[in-house]
């Protein structure tokens, strides 16, 4: 995490590691009261606020260590960008599945091809909304 911040030209700040390691432990994309809750467990932090966690947050996105995840939920959720994946997300309670298809990689690899205005495509998202299991 150290040399990833590094790299970019971003200082290992001890927020900045605490972050990162909230978010290397976490299964699913978080949002920075998530991340604010847990970061003020932490005694030399419990005084950052949640508006240096978000600018922090937004900060490790345009560096690119973080990837924001459009969730459909009233704040920014985000997430390692370090493996490529998408999610499944239930618009009643808060659960989310990573899922991962090569099939859909090269699908959507190819559309580009047929774009009339289009030469190049850098990167996609996409997520799928519905009911999980326990709320259908
Ligand atoms: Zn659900
Ligand atoms: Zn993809």
Redesign the pocket.
Known sequence: MKEMLNERGYKATPARLAILDIFSKSKFPINAEIVYKNISKIKALRKTNEATIYRTLLSLESCGILKRINLRKNSAYFELADDHHHHIV??????IEDFENSELEKILGGIVVKSSKFKNVREHSLELFG??????
């Open positions: 239930c618009t009643k309670c808060n659960e009911l999980c299991r326990m709320c259908a």
